[in-house]
C-alpha cells in the first residue's frame, strides 16, 4: 500500500473557493486556457513540475483565474441585488 500524501494548501484553498462560488473544474481550466485534466493533476497534486518556478508560475495563473471568476460572480450578484431593489422600491 502507498504512502498517503497531504495536498497543497494553496490547492485545498482554490477547491473550497470553487465549491463556494460553485465554479466547476471546466470553467477554471478554461479561464485558465489549460485542459480540464491539466487542471485536474494541478489541483489533485499529482503533477510533477520540472522547477519551483513552473510550479509557482502554475499557481500564480490558477489564482489569478480563480479570482477573475470570482470577482465577475460578486459583479453579477451586485447587479442582482441591485435590480431586487429598484423594483421592490415600489
Same mark, same amino acid.
Given at each position: 500500500?502507498?504512502?498517503? /500524501? !497531504? ?5 485545498a ?17 478554461? #479561464? ?6 491539466? !487542471?485536474?493533476l ?7 513540475f520540472?522547477?519551483?518556478?513552473? #510550479? @509557482?508560475?502554475? #499557481?500564480?495563473?490558477?489564482? /489569478?483565474? !480563480?479570482?477573475?471568476? @470570482?470577482?465577475?460572480? @460578486? ?9 431586487? @431593489?429598484?423594483?421592490? #422600491?415600489?
Open positions: 500500500m502507498s504512502a498517503r /500524501k !497531504l495536498n497543497e494548501e494553496w490547492t484553498e482554490v477547491v473550497g473557493r470553487m465549491h463556494r462560488y460553485r465554479i466547476s473544474k471546466k470553467e477554471l481550466a478554461s #479561464k485558465c486556457h489549460y485542459s480540464l485534466t491539466y !487542471l485536474s494541478v489541483l489533485n497534486c499529482v503533477k510533477e520540472s522547477t519551483e518556478t513552473a #510550479k @509557482e508560475k502554475t #499557481k500564480n495563473k490558477i489564482l /489569478k483565474c !480563480l479570482r477573475a471568476i @470570482e470577482e465577475e460572480i @460578486e459583479k453579477e450578484i451586485q447587479d442582482e441585488e441591485r435590480w431586487y @431593489e429598484y423594483f421592490n #422600491k415600489t
